[in-house]
Nanobody
Framework: HVQLVESGGGSVQPGESLTLSCTAS????????VAWFRQVPGKAREGVAA???????KYADSVKDRFTISKDNAQSTLYLQINSLKSEDTGMYYC????????????????????WGQGTQVTVS
């Protein structure tokens, strides 16, 4: 059973930075595609960034140049570095993993997201 546990969220001011972490059980981070999603109340969950096993990544247009997805396979940990935070970045951030080695853009779009963490809240105000 795969477990994903996010951490690193918090309340920050615009312009500040955060690093979110997602620690996974097993080898999913190194062996499969993984991603970050976010959701705000009343809106659908959206893909923020995804990274495939080949290292290729996909970002939402709204976060390009500010967000960086990375992973440490040995530590089974996925990261999301968030710089220059904006109020519209507020939301619950979820880590997701796939059973497959699908392309990053596929997982970013929500397909093949088989495992989910419980989320970590980011509030920018």
């Amino acid at each position: 059973h795969v477990q994903l546990v996010e951490s690193g969220g918090g309340s920050v001011q615009p312009g500040e930075s955060l690093t979110l972490s997602c620690t996974a059980s097993g080898s999913i981070v190194g062996a499969n595609s993984v991603a970050w999603f976010r959701q705000v109340p009343g809106k659908a969950r959206e893909g923020v960034a995804a990274i495939a096993i080949d290292g290729k990544s996909k970002y939402a247009d709204s976060v390009k140049d500010r967000f960086t997805i990375s992973k440490d396979n040995a530590q089974s940990t996925l990261y999301l570095q968030i710089n220059s935070l904006k109020s519209e970045d507020t939301g619950m951030y979820y880590c997701a993993g796939s059973r497959s080695q699908c392309p990053s853009q596929t997982l970013w779009a929500g397909a093949h997201a088989d495992y989910w963490g419980q989320g970590t809240q980011v509030t920018v105000s």
